[in-house]
């Protein structure tokens, strides 16, 4: 059985080798045919060919002093206006020159002696022409030369900047990020005005090549933390990415927490603050969504709002929404516990006026409390998906469906009621962790029918291990409550004066328990020593 082990063994080792060479060799090929030729006509058949002769491909032939070269844009693409007057009309006076030009003075005239677009780039591969023939560019192919020359004439459509609608605020600038990458940076770049302020474009997904740019401070960021992130994007193993939730499972050590160490934010000035302190950003084109990396857990529970009213009423707020956390993942699963296993510990009246209830009702407590949750969350999808003015009406039949007829056809109590009303408006305090808080409301309400206030605990116990388990490029997401620093709560459940705040800048990777290791300091370390 050994020697037929060893046997399967070194026939898997030479399969493998086979099939990396042949991989090899495969894509040594495709590299030398991905390369434009210097003939104009092969270069429209291959890219003809490859491009599977789409509708949306224009293309127009010149001859510019007796030079064929072709025209090549995107239909819908490029702005038709800018293409006429900033690059047609130059090529035609061109065109009107005396003759004895060669393609060389032609590429030497477009690359050096005329600005016909500020954004103006080379080609010498035909997934490099399709990337940015895709992106709004227009391209100018050059018979007799095995490059094709590219200039930035978007003039596509898109949403225009409005205020975000999952993030609304009292006071503060109401404009949100938008769909394309470039608008989006450039919303940053107007807020930041210092040359510390680094973007770096790369592109993910092997079939879309989706535009991607990491935002960061150079003076700020971690260097080896930047290097890790830049590292994992490079080898994403995705073909297309649409949304910015592609890449952010790839970009957390624990993706299956209930948690997530990864932000998002659709606010130009919530990102600027957060590249102030040292973190990285990352937007994805086609989405308004940035993501934050890294994002603490307590940053769930603050707003826009909490920097520009006074202090007390911050304070009052912010406990609010943490009440209000705890309230929908724990109200229902402790209500069900005790009225299943310790209802010795309900006052008299109440637990009168809750026997009397259940006691009219056909289904156990915990059945209960999970069917009128699923219905609740079955209306509340239907609500958010159909258009809405067959969303108020979703409204209006929930309302009548479990306010009413539930109770009065004895399918559920009226106590029953009153915890999923409160759990449904305190879920919606903290919109960004929706997702977390409704699975966990389903997990803690089985806990506590099942096990009681045992289970409870034992929830909330496995809950806090797993939200302190989550780490983003070596910082826990639960600093500073755990590791516990004083000083670094002046801005957690309470926030002190911006004449405090305002004295000291704040590094991501000063919070306590970080590992988030920083090049730049030690470097500034070690030249201090160098000094005699």
């Given at each position: ?101 060669t393609p060389e003075d032609l590429y030497r005239w477009l690359r050096q002696e005329v600005m ?402 920083d090049k730049r300091l030690d470097a500034a370390a070690q030249k201090k020593e160098d000094q005699?």
């Amino acid at each position: 059985m050994a020697w037929l082990k060893a046997l399967r063994q070194s026939a898997a080792q030479k399969l493998a080798q086979y099939r990396r060479e042949s991989y090899l060799s495969m894509g040594s090929d495709v590299e030398k045919q991905d390369h434009l030729v210097a003939s104009l006509s092969e270069n429209m058949i291959s890219l003809r060919k490859q491009f599977g002769n789409s509708s949306d491909l224009l293309n127009r032939e010149l001859c510019l002093q007796g030079i064929r070269v072709q025209l090549l844009a995107c239909e819908g693409l490029v702005s038709l206006q800018s293409l006429t007057e900033i690059l047609s009309d130059p090529l035609n006076a061109y065109a009107s020159q005396s003759d004895g030009k060669t393609p060389e003075d032609l590429y030497r005239w477009l690359r050096q002696e005329v600005m016909l677009a500020p954004d103006q780039k080379e080609v010498y591969t035909y997934s490099q022409l399709f990337q940015f023939l895709m992106s709004g560019f227009a391209v100018l192919l050059i018979d007799g030369l095995g490059v094709g020359i590219c200039f930035g004439l978007q003039g596509y459509n898109f949403r225009s900047i409005s205020e975000p609608s999952a993030e609304v605020n009292v006071r503060g600038s109401r404009e949100g990020f938008v769909e394309p990458i470039r608008i989006n940076m450039t919303m940053i770049r107007r807020r930041i005005k210092s040359p510390k302020l680094k973007f770096e474009l790369m592109t993910v997904g092997s079939q879309s090549r989706t535009d991607l740019c990491l935002v960061y401070m150079t003076d700020r960021i971690s260097e080896d933390f930047l290097n890790q992130t830049r590292l994992r994007l490079q080898q994403l193993p995705m073909d297309v990415v649409l949304e910015s939730a592609y890449i952010q499972p790839f970009l957390e050590k624990k993706p299956y927490s209930f948690f997530s160490g990864i932000g998002t934010t659709e606010r130009p000035d919530t990102l600027c603050a957060k590249i102030a302190e040292g973190r990285l950003a990352i937007l994805v084109d086609g989405t308004p969504f940035a993501l934050i990396l890294p994002f603490l857990f307590h940053e769930n529970f603050q707003t826009v709002d909490d920097y520009t009213h006074r202090p007390a009423y911050t304070a009052f707020v912010r406990i609010l929404k943490y009440i209000s956390f705890y309230l929908t993942i724990l109200l229902p699963g402790t209500y069900v516990a005790v009225g299943v296993h310790h209802p010795e510990l309900l006052p008299h009246a109440l637990l009168r006026k809750v026997m009397e209830a259940e006691a009219s009702t056909p289904f156990p407590l915990m059945f209960e409390a999970l069917l009128i949750q699923l219905i609740y969350e079955l209306m509340r999808e239907a609500g958010l998906r159909l258009p809405r003015p067959v969303g108020h009406a979703i409204g209006i039949v929930g309302a009548l469906v479990i306010g009413d007829a539930a109770v009065s056809a004895g399918l559920i109590g009226t106590p029953m009621v009153l915890i999923v009303a409160l759990t449904a408006i305190s879920s919606f305090v903290v919109p960004s962790l929706y997702d977390s808080v409704t699975v966990l409301k389903f997990l803690f309400i089985l806990a506590g029918g099942i096990f009681g206030l045992f289970g409870i605990t034992l929830g909330v116990s496995a809950l806090l291990l797993n939200l302190c388990s989550v780490t983003v490029g070596g910082v826990p997401t639960t600093a500073p409550a755990t590791p516990f620093n004083p000083y670094s709560l002046r801005d957690m459940f309470l926030r002190a004066g911006w004449k405090f705040l305002g004295k000291y800048v704040f590094h991501i990777e000063d919070v306590p328990g970080s590992q988030m290791g920083d090049k730049r300091l030690d470097a500034a370390a070690q030249k201090k020593e160098d000094q005699p």
